[in-house]
Structure formats: C-alpha cells, structure tokens
C-alpha cells in the first residue's frame, strides 16, 4: 500500500537528475506523562527494558498492571504510575525478549485463570507465569512445564530447501512474540518469530495435569529473505549498507478481525489471515528507504527499523494499528533519516487496507525525557485513572537522552503516554475509548 503524504510535505527535488529525499513538515509532538525507573548496571532497575504489554485488573481498573521484559534481567512489574511492583529476575542463560498477557486460559477442570507469556531467546522455550489478582505485592507466578520442547527445535537450510537441526547455542530462537484467543476454539495461542530467520510460528498452550503450562506446534508461516533485489542475509561489521535481517519481531493479533500484523524489521509491515492460515504475498506498508536500503520508498512513514507493535481496539472493529518507526540516527555510525521520521511513531487506520493516517514524536515533559529507538510498545483503549481515553506505553532505548545519543545508552526504560495527549496532537483520530474488553 501506498502511503498517504500529507499536505504539509513539500515536493520531491529533482537535482542533477537524481531523486533527492522527500522533506517533511516536522511531526506533532506529544509529552510522557510518567516514566519508569531507569534500568541501568548496578540498579535496582538492572536490565535493558524492551517490550511492555498490559493486564487489567477484573475488579480494580486501577491495579492494573504492565508487565515488561528486560531482556538477559527477567521481567519487571509496574504499576500504572511507573513503580515496581515485582521484580522477576531470569533463569540462568534465560533472556527474555518480549512478553504478552492473555485472559482466561483454561484448566483440565474447566476454571480459568490469566497468563503473563515471555519469548526466551536464551533457552528457545516460551516462559508462562499465573497472574494473581489478590496478591498486589508479588502478582506473578512461574508456571512454566519445565520439560517442554524448544520452540524451534528446527530451521530452514540456507539454501531454503530443507529443515534442518536448530542447536539452541546458535540462538535461532524464540524472539518477537504476542498471545492471541482462537474465538472458535478457547484455545490460548503464542504467535513467535525466530530470531534471525523469516519464520513465525503458532504454539498452543497446554495446562498439564501438574498446573504448569506448556507449548506445541499448531502451524508456521516462512517469509521471503530477498526483497526487492535485497539478499536478507547479508551481513556487515564495516558497512551499514550491506547489513540485514530477515528477522521479525513486532507481532499484534486483531482477534476480532482474525489478523496477525507482523514487522519484518528491515521491511516492513506484513498481514496473516489466521482464519484461513495464509499470508499475504507482499508487505502491505514497506519500510522507507536509508542508508541500508535500496528499495527508495520515500513515501513511506516508517524509517527502518520497524519495531514495536500495537493497537487501539475501539467498538465494532475500530480503531488503529500504532508501529515504533526506530530509525537508525544513534549508536555508532548511526545515520539519521533525512525525513525526519527516527525515533516517531505511525498510526493506520485498523481496518480496510489499514490507511496510514499520520505520525508524531515524543518530547521531553520537565522531568521526564523524550523516547528515542523504541523497541516495543503497548496500547490499551480502555478509560484508566489519569489516561481516560487509554494508555500507550513505550520502550525508551535512550533513558534521559545519555552520551548524545550516540555509542550505547547507559539506561532504558518505559514511557507513559496519555492517548488524550495523542488524539489532541492529531485530531484526524476520533475513535474514543470504550466499547472493548481483553476479558472473555
């Protein structure tokens, strides 16, 4: 699909016969309302913060909770003004990457209970925690079946033609991952991408006789590994132009609308109709161009990286799908996008061809810093104390802007962000909160 430019945008350039990069009015910006304690070495905060996902409370909208992977740390509970709840400290040579919440999943004896579920890299198995809503002190319970299989117990050959063993000290394993409900089944399932492959694939969870949690292998879809003339795999210490991945890792299901939304990092935005099983034949929104990449989509809003996903469910199918547009300005050799679009984030339209309809930043608000390099993101359309048109929450790869932005930041950590803040930025949004729940 083909974005929309906003009237705002200026004209392509044209010098000396080449294209020149499209220029663009500077994006709308939107302040933090609260933030999370810097994770940093020596703090109690110890980890590098990187996917948010978001529990409601069945009583008490108030003690709700967001629950965080902090990669090689373990998770860190907050609450909804940004204190640590529990701390969650990971397995030996666990690392866990992204984490999800899923509602009612369902015991051998019929009673149900809801479920916090973290892809962990290191050991390539799917980690399973109980979430207590009398326990305001220690919500989260393992429960994961310590003699599962891997995730990925295999991989495609490099030549694409075969299935061959997948050794978990490789780390071709369990990466992006987000839970979904099958309406026709109950069934709770995982949605998982493989960490340095095009490859995601669904994994049932299972509730043993013993209370533990969990997986097998319902079905896998493998992506392309070129585009566009691009060969996906190739890599480059020297050369940010010829370094890449087949990779994703932002994941979202529209359960409603029996959609799986899927962020090929390094080219964009993919649809999977989990109905019928099948994928679409091309991503419906590609990454825009830089200096990594030849596709020169330089209508597109998103500067690669594609990052985090989310969205905003409203009533009867409305709403938005919001993607982290991560850039690639910091770091060593970073290299800024000429359209302005590092460290911003882009809302589509969640329905129909999923139309783009606009982008903005974050801005620092006194204290509280600006957010730069978001890895993951989370989005609740439901009214909560101080966000009353709901809550995005994101991932901080630059905590209180440290070094300059370049080199490797000393902290990270979550953003806060009131969606009333959002709507008032860009009022082309008009769907209001309400008229969904995450509850079966």
């Not at 998770?75 to 969650?88: A, E, F, P, S």
């Not at 882009?346 to 903005?360: M, P, Q, T």
């Not at 440290?402 to 930025?425: E, I, Q």
Request: hydrophobic letters at 35%; proline letters at 7%; one cysteine or more.
């Amino acid at each position: 699909m083909r974005a929309l430019i906003p009237i705002a945008a200026l004209l392509l350039l044209t010098a000396c016969g080449k294209e020149q990069p499209m220029a663009y009015a500077p994006l709308p910006l939107v302040k933090p309302v609260a933030e999370t304690a810097p994770g940093m070495p020596d703090s109690a905060q110890k980890g590098d913060a990187d996917d948010p996902s978001f529990w409601l409370h069945p009583d008490d909208p108030g003690k709700s909770l967001m629950i965080t992977a902090v990669k090689g740390s373990g998770l860190r509970v907050y609450d909804l003004q940004g204190n640590l709840v529990q701390r969650i400290d990971a397995e030996p040579d666990g690392r866990y990457n992204n984490v999800d919440v899923a509602y009612g999943l369902k015991r051998p004896d019929g009673s149900s209970f809801d479920i916090a579920v973290a892809s962990d890299r290191g050991r390539d198995r799917l980690m399973v925690w109980a979430i207590d809503p009398a326990n305001p002190t220690s919500p989260l319970t393992d429960i994961t079946d310590p003699n599962q299989g891997q995730v990925f117990p295999t991989r495609l050959s490099p030549d694409g033609k075969s299935e061959i063993d997948n050794p978990v000290a490789d780390q071709v394993s369990a990466y992006g991952l987000t839970l979904w409900q099958d309406k026709a089944t109950g069934e709770v399932r995982a949605v998982v991408a493989q960490r340095k492959a095009a490859r995601l694939a669904e994994q049932r969870l299972v509730v043993k006789a013993d209370g533990t949690v969990g997986h097998e292998r319902t079905r896998h879809w493998d992506f392309p590994t070129s585009h566009k003339g691009q060969d996906l795999w190739a890599e480059s210490e020297t050369d940010p132009a010829q370094d890449w991945s087949p990779q994703f890792e932002g994941l979202v299901v529209d359960a409603e609308a029996g959609t799986l939304f899927a962020g090929q990092e390094d080219v964009g935005l993919w649809r999977v109709n989990l109905t019928t099983g099948q994928a679409e034949d091309r991503p419906f929104y590609e990454t825009r161009g830089s200096v990594k990449s030849p596709f020169n989509n330089q209508d597109s809003r998103i500067a690669r990286d594609v990052e985090g996903l989310a969205l905003y469910r409203g009533a009867d199918g409305t709403g938005y799908l919001i993607a982290s547009s991560q850039g690639d300005a910091h770091g060593d050799g970073g290299h800024s996008d000429n359209g302005g679009l590092d460290d911003s984030f882009a809302i589509f339209e969640r329905g129909g061809e999923n139309r783009y309809l606009g982008s903005f930043r974050l801005t620092a608000n006194g204290p509280i810093d600006a957010g730069q390099e978001c890895d993951g993101a989370e989005l609740v359309s439901i009214p909560l104390p101080g966000y009353p048109q709901g809550l995005l929450m994101v991932q901080d790869g630059y905590n209180d802007d440290l070094n300059g932005l370049s080199g490797k930041p000393n902290a990270t950590n979550f953003k806060y962000v009131s969606w009333s803040d959002v709507v008032a930025a860009l009022p082309q949004l008009t769907v209001k909160a309400g008229g969904w729940t995450p509850r079966p």
